[in-house]
């Protein structure tokens, strides 16, 4: 996987959710996609995340099933689809980066579960640039497939150091 950093939609935890879809996306995509194939998948899931305006219900409900574990809470897509708006609001400068070689998963083509995990390194800032943050995260997504795609089910995570 190549890293990438890019601005995104989230806190440490939830900061760290982005990237873990990021990974879901290319999870679904098939086994027998090449290398670049995948990069380009990672690519465009990437860049969905790091504009403010590009996080839509229909941008959520194509990652989550419609029931998710959303960091110990169950909640509707519709429910993460708010708190990723709440977050934008209070953090419209982001950007993450998984760190090198953190990233596992054991999604086989066809899998009907599987997970996904990464370390995630993380920076936010308000507005005015004034209020900053960053750290990093441990992050794990639980994926089904749903209508033929793998969906988060599940997403946690917890921080590793924060600044």
């Not at 090449?34 to 219900?57: C, F, K, Q």
């Not at 959303?70 to 429910?79: C, L, N, Q």
């Not at 995630?120 to 089904?144: E, I, K, P, Y």
């Amino acid at each position: 996987m190549t890293l990438r950093s890019v601005q995104t939609t989230s806190d440490p935890m939830r900061h760290l959710r982005a990237t873990l879809l990021i990974v879901a996306l290319a999870a679904s995509t098939p086994a027998l996609a090449g290398p670049a194939e995948r990069d380009a998948h990672m690519d465009e899931y990437l860049t969905i995340w790091s504009r403010n305006g590009a996080v839509t219900p229909a941008t959520v409900d194509r990652l989550y099933a419609g029931r998710v574990i959303y960091y110990g809470r169950p909640m509707s897509s519709a429910a993460v689809f708010r708190d990723k708006l709440a977050f934008i609001r209070t953090w419209p400068r982001r950007s993450y980066e998984a760190v090198p070689g953190t990233v596992t998963n054991d999604c086989g083509d066809g899998a009907a579960r599987c997970r996904v995990t990464a370390l995630m390194r993380w920076s936010r800032a308000d507005a005015a640039g004034r209020r900053r943050q960053s750290g990093t995260n441990s992050v794990r997504l639980d994926l089904a497939r749903q209508d033929g795609a793998l969906k988060i089910v599940r997403e946690s995570g917890r921080p590793v150091g924060s600044r």
